[in-house]
């Protein structure tokens, strides 16, 4: 591929080659938005560098090293901190080729680190430089890529936030452009014609241009129709649980985040990375909002609005109480607000006692709910403000599990009926359930921790996306515990929650987040302070449970599978001791979805006798099935199209093999017309009123040869005379072998 | 079989070598009229005067050592100037037949349009039956018996057309043409040492030509090559541009010329080439063009060219 060069032959192949670049671009371009893929223009830069390469005149041998040089110098400059291609730096790249190596003999996909995915994805971009080239240049059929291209930014555009209103329209130019030099091109090669000058290329150019350009603007300007799926995901959706659950539901994925309506709940959601806050702490911690105590069958509702106090110089003395028998350790932590989207309260860590003014900001929070909200001097809400740090003192509480044992399962406690309330509805099946679960429990913490463990134990899945809204006739927690068995913290903590209610243990829905990600972020807290920054994002929104112990207070629970509870417990030994253990060790602690890749229902047996398991057949993820259904397509595409573009050869081998075994006039006949058929398909037909003889005659001509003559000879005598073909099999053979061997290589 | 007929092959090959030292550059016109007379049948040969017609008689008449007669017909000829009259032998007492010019083997009729229609059937229906009946007496024609009538397809002034259930009897209809440039130059040099048929010998004898037109009637025609002659023949009879179609008689000719050829052509076995080279030939005297035609200039041989260009040829076995 070394085509560049001052010679104007060389002009149609370098547009097809530019042009094929930039299409391989346009593939590159969204990965960013629809993918975890960061700084696309290293990869732009490289498809650039293997493009150019190929077209210049250069030695191979001088090729292959210097792209492979590009190729490292981008993974140091995305992975590496070492010094390039010092000892250290080959060492890290060693090691981590050898980690991933690993992974991939053991298969473990979701393992691989991200230098080792570059570093494949570098190479993939490396072989399509060489395949476009072979597609465009050398076979000049650029249809089936920009085909794909095509399809791919509408699959995009219409399933993922990518908006490819612009790729579109690069992408519709540029294939216009290249699709009229390919056929310019073919039109040149078959009469044979060179081109003649740059002056008269213009000819041809010109109009092209203003073709593409006129038709770019007419499809650009033109008023189009509304799309007839405004947004097919949430419709397919709401297709597939309106079927199964008498048409209910209409409420789409949702973006993940800190929603404050929490009356409906259920149905999937997008993930969404954008940071919230950041958060500076001694160690990752659940960061608490508020609570929710009406459970009303499809979501949560608070009972009253509860008593707003104020703070006393920050103090929130009754918004987490425990008794005495819980110990405590004094810390500290801060927040930094970067997107608060619509959330008007401060999330806190267990255990905070005050929040510290700043100027005349004052914390006023609410008994029932445990929100609290940030009040100027006059007694006005003010919202969250961005850049400043919400600063709190925490004395962080350590539950002792020997006292929580001691309150015993048939306690009751006195003024807790707001903790127990459940819908009418409920349906019996859900406190019958809950009542087996805790049937060989003692006390109340063994209780809780069976319902707990209930859901891990029970091949529930943690799924985001594929799940349903329950039907205006459907219980929330019914709908998940019976016939789903898959959903996200909401699912499992509402569930925890009716269920500890359903044996009369007093309980409450939390909202909240997660202690997000630990980042080395110096800019965001920059007085030099010593404690680790976390990286709150919406994708760390959380819901779990906090269950009453008398004496203890409200202890938080994590039914949901894939998540562990990040509040301390003790035995009631020496609480420095544990310490030792809980704090700094964010690796460990960070919870994070266990990683789903095949969600295997052992109950399937069970629920196959329920009619009722429409629902969740009907709610297949939809994304998995459109990913399935797409890739098979494709694949078929493309295997009907490698069968149909070799089907004279894949059958040539199968008549030569019948022919073989049966020298008759019927299979010899056969095998005498599937030739014809070929011939055919190369563009040489037996016209209508050409004789056998006449036909061979101008096949002869064509291919310069005279096998044709010859076999038509056979096949002449074996259909027009009454003799045997048998005498003449074998030559018959022989020329038809050679001839239909030749053809269909 | 094939052995003998490649040998056969040679003979005719050389025959008709002989005879286009005579007519020089004519050897299709040639061939077609060896056709005929392998496959039994007469030819009607259309041409202005002397392209030599007379010529191609007199050549394969001698180079088959055959009988050669001529009648030149015209407005006064009767029937019984072509076939021959019984005279009373006042010696002998009673009729003697004196035969006419029919009773040779190669008959040459020559201008068969000037005569009158009673004297054309007289020739006509012996070149069918192949014997004459004369005062009651039949008498059976020579064999072989081939006749060449012509006709001058200029001059229609006191001529007789041949109406189409007579020409219908004649296998073939050919055109000699004028000769191409270097044709007629080399004609005019054979001249230079007398009259080239004074110079060419017998290749074959009459036995042997019987043998050889037996031969032709066992060609094979397979059924999708008579299905193919079905299909032509069919095809004209449809045909917008013909008032009138070719008739069966015309599909037995087809096939019995095709044999002939495929005889000549080393071949036992009829392919539709055979077919194909000979339609126009045997089809574009037995069909009647229709006034459309006429007024469009179109000529029944380019029509039925057309036609046999458009009709599917079998290439399976019994198609």
């Known amino acids: 591929m070394r085509f560049l060069r001052k010679d104007i032959q060389s002009f149609i192949p370098l547009i097809l080659y530019f042009g094929s670049m930039l299409l391989l671009i346009e593939w590159v371009l969204p990965l960013e938005q629809v993918t975890d893929t960061g700084e696309t223009i290293a990869f732009i830069l490289f498809i650039m560098l293997c493009f150019f390469l190929s077209a210049v005149f250069m030695p191979r041998w001088l090729r292959f090293p210097l792209k492979l040089a590009g190729m490292l110098l981008l993974v140091h400059y995305l992975f590496m901190a070492e010094s390039f291609l010092s000892r250290a730096w080959f060492t890290v790249l060693f090691a981590d080729f050898k980690i991933n190596m690993t992974n991939v003999f053991s298969q473990q996909w979701m393992e691989l680190t991200p230098l080792f995915r570059t570093f494949l994805f570098l190479i993939l971009l490396w072989m399509m430089s060489y395949l476009l080239y072979y597609w465009f240049v050398i076979r000049k059929k650029p249809l089936s890529f920009i085909l794909i291209t095509f399809i791919y930014l509408t699959v995009l555009d219409t399933f993922t936030t990518f908006d490819a209103k612009h790729a579109i329209i690069r992408a519709f130019i540029i294939s216009a452009i290249l699709l009229s030099s390919a056929h310019f091109s073919r039109i040149l090669e078959r009469e044979n014609l060179k081109l003649p000058s740059f002056k008269r290329l213009t000819k041809w150019v010109s109009p092209v241009l203003i073709v593409v350009l006129f038709s770019t603007i007419i499809g650009y300007a033109a008023p189009k129709y509304d799309p007839i799926w405004p947004d097919p995901v949430p419709y397919l959706q709401s297709q597939a649980g309106g079927q199964g659950s008498g048409g209910s539901s209409t409420i789409g994925p949702q973006r993940i985040g800190y929603g404050t309506n929490d009356e409906r709940l259920g149905g999937g959601f997008i993930w969404d990375e954008s940071t919230v806050f950041y958060a500076q702490a001694q160690s990752s911690q659940y960061w608490k909002v508020e609570t929710k105590d009406v459970y009303t069958g499809k979501g949560w509702v608070n009972s009253h609005d509860g008593v707003i106090l104020p703070s006393e110089d920050g103090y929130v003395d009754r918004l987490m109480s425990y008794g005495d028998v819980v110990e405590t350790r004094d810390g500290e932590a801060r927040i930094q607000f970067i997107d608060p989207g619509n959330l008007d309260k401060i999330p806190y860590m267990y255990g905070t006692e005050r929040f510290i003014p700043i100027d005349d900001l004052q914390y006023d929070y609410n008994l029932m709910t445990g929100a609290v909200y940030p009040f100027n001097n006059e007694g006005i809400q003010m919202p969250i403000v961005n850049g400043i740090d919400y600063e709190s003192e925490i004395s962080r509480p350590f539950f002792p599990t020997n006292r929580m044992r001691e309150v015993e399962a048939e306690h009751v406690d006195e003024d807790f009926e707001q903790y127990l309330q459940l819908p009418e509805t409920l349906p019996d099946r859900v406190v019958e359930l809950a009542e087996e679960i805790v049937a060989n429990e003692t006390n109340r913490y063994e209780q809780a921790k069976a319902i707990e463990q209930y859901f891990s134990q029970n091949g529930f899945t943690y799924e985001e996306i594929d799940v349903p809204v329950p039907g205006e006739d459907e219980d929330y927690v019914d709908q998940f515990l019976f016939e789903t068995q898959r959903g996200y913290c909401d699912n499992f903590s509402t569930s925890m929650v009716v269920m500890l209610r359903a044996v009369d243990i007093p309980a409450r829905w939390v909202k909240g987040f997660t202690g997000g990600e630990r980042v080395i972020q110096d800019h965001v807290f920059d007085d030099g302070s010593w404690m680790p920054v976390y990286e709150v994002q919406n994708n760390h929104a959380h819901s779990w449970v906090e269950v009453y112990f008398p004496d203890i207070g409200w202890v938080p629970f994590e039914p949901t599978v894939g998540f562990s509870n990040e509040a301390s417990f003790t035995l009631g030994d020496d609480i420095e001791d544990h310490l030792e253990d809980r704090e700094y060790d964010v690796e460990e602690d960070e919870p994070t979805p266990e990683v789903e890749t095949e969600i295997e229902r052992e109950d399937g047996a069970e629920e196959e006798e329920e009619d009722e398991t429409v629902v969740a057949s009907n709610n297949t993820s939809f994304w998995n099935i459109f990913f399935i259904v797409a890739v098979s397509l494709i694949a078929l595409i493309i295997i009907i199209r490698i069968i149909y573009r070799r089907r004279y050869l894949i059958v040539g081998k199968w008549k030569r093999q019948k022919l073989k075994q049966k020298k008759d006039l019927d299979s010899f006949s056969d095998a005498y017309q599937f030739l014809l058929k070929i011939l055919s398909s190369k563009g040489l037909p037996l016209k209508e009123g050409q004789t056998l003889r006449e036909y061979a005659q101008e096949i002869d001509r064509f291919f310069g040869i005279s096998d044709m003559k010859s076999l038509t000879h056979y096949y002449e005598r074996a259909i027009y005379s009454d003799e045997l073909i048998d005498k003449h099999f074998k030559d018959a053979y022989q020329i038809w072998d050679k001839m239909t061997k030749k053809l269909t290589a | ?319």
């Open chain 2, 1 to 319: 079989m094939t052995q003998q007929l490649l040998s056969e092959q040679t003979k005719i090959e050389q025959l008709i070598n002989n005879i286009e030292r005579v007519i020089v550059g004519k050897k299709e016109a040639i061939e077609l009229s060896i056709i005929a007379l392998l496959a039994e049948g007469h030819i009607l040969l259309e041409d202005v005067p002397g392209v030599g017609k007379t010529m191609l008689v007199r050549a394969i008449a001698k180079s088959l050592n055959l009988d050669f007669r001529r009648i030149q017909f015209t407005p006064d000829l009767l029937p019984s100037d072509v076939t021959g009259v019984s005279i009373y032998n006042q010696k002998d007492m009673n009729f003697e037949f004196r035969p006419g010019p029919i009773f040779g083997n190669i008959v040459l009729a020559d201008e068969i349009n000037r005569t009158s229609p009673k004297t054309q059937s007289a020739l006509l229906e012996s070149m069918e039956e192949r014997h004459i009946t004369v005062d009651g007496v039949t008498r059976e024609l020579k064999r072989p018996f081939f006749v060449m009538a012509t006709q001058n397809p200029i001059e229609y002034e006191g001529t007789y057309p041949l109406p189409e259930a007579q020409l219908d009897r004649f296998l073939l209809k050919l055109r000699l043409g004028y000769p191409s440039e270097n044709d007629e130059i080399a004609m005019l040099s054979n001249l230079s040492t007398g009259h080239p048929i004074e110079q060419i010998r017998a290749v074959m004898d009459q036995e042997e030509l019987i043998r050889h037109q037996e031969m032709v009637k066992r060609i094979y025609v397979s059924d999708a090559v008579k299905s193919y002659i079905v299909k032509i023949v069919n095809n004209t009879r449809n045909h917008p541009l013909f008032e009138l179609g070719a008739s069966p008689r015309a599909s037995i000719a087809l096939m019995k010329a095709a044999k002939a050829y495929a005889f000549i052509k080393g071949r036992d076995y009829v392919i539709p080439d055979d077919i194909k080279h000979l339609t126009p030939h045997v089809l574009s005297h037995r069909i009647i063009l229709s006034s459309e035609a006429r007024f469009e200039g179109k000529t029944a041989t380019s029509i039925i060219h057309d036609l046999v260009r458009k009709t599917m040829v079998p290439i399976e076995r019994g198609s």
